[in-house]
């Protein structure tokens, strides 16, 4: 029952900006959206969350549309360290978190 | 930034024993925190959500006496694997929710091999 739908995977050279798609049609008023990544066999790392507004801070960008039913996650300058799974989940008040099956993100040299 | 430490970070036992994971928020109080297990190459898979003073809430088919969670604190939360088999070996990951900023974030994780 996950809330989110991603592209199972994406391909993004070194350098370029890796822009990676939500969809979370449903997501309720008090919801943010949350990135994580996941490098094999470790926990989530967290990147960026947001409500409605465009976010930004050292590691990426978050755009939210302005119905909030789709997000995009902005890696300015992906590097080969970027590789990993990514994950967008929405998250609000004390309701359970599942995760989708994420984006596989393989950055090209 | 928050920190939350799992421990042991892998593990490997005989069948039949118990293990006991924990899950310490270490600069932030947790309310809430989840279980997952996640199996190669897929995601996490939510097991139960746990909140500091009451019961587990376990996720269908998930058996709530096989995996014992206890949630003792606000920083401290573990999870028992009872009478291990080798079915149960996985990687196991907690996540802490802080109670002021309402922000998520997760153990490194528990790499169990049962024999």
């Known amino acids: 029952d996950a809330k989110t739908t991603q592209p199972p995977s994406m391909d993004c050279a070194e350098g370029r900006a890796a822009n990676l798609p939500c969809n979370h049609s449903?997501?309720?008023?008090?919801?943010?959206v949350y990135w994580y990544r996941q490098i094999h066999s470790q926990g989530p790392q967290y990147i960026i969350h947001?409500?409605?507004n465009n976010e930004t801070n050292e590691m990426a960008s978050l755009i939210i549309t302005e119905d909030r039913k789709s997000s995009t996650l902005i890696l300015p300058h992906a590097t080969l360290r970027d590789t990993a799974v990514y994950y967008c989940?929405?998250?609000?008040?004390?309701?359970?978190?599942?995760f989708g099956t994420g984006t596989k993100l393989q950055v090209i040299p | 930034g928050a920190v939350v430490s799992q421990h042991p970070s892998w593990v490997i036992c005989k069948s039949g024993t118990s293990v006991k994971i924990e899950c310490r928020s270490l600069?932030?109080?947790?309310?809430?925190m989840f279980w997952y297990r996640q199996f190669p190459k897929q995601s996490l898979m939510l097991m139960a959500t746990?909140?500091?003073?009451?019961?587990?809430?376990?996720e269908q088919g998930v058996e709530k006496d096989k995996f014992l969670i206890n949630h003792a604190s606000l920083t401290l939360s573990t999870l028992t694997v009872t009478s291990a088999h080798p079915e149960d070996s996985s990687f196991y990951i907690c996540s802490a929710r802080d109670r002021e900023s309402e922000k998520l974030f997760f153990g490194s994780g528990t790499q169990l091999s049962v024999l």
């Open positions: 746990s909140n500091e003073g009451s019961k587990a809430t376990y």
């Open positions: 449903t997501i309720s008023g008090n919801e943010y």
């Open positions: 947001g409500l409605k």
């Open positions: 600069d932030f109080q947790a309310t809430t």
């Open positions: 989940i929405v998250i609000g008040g004390y309701q359970k978190v599942t």
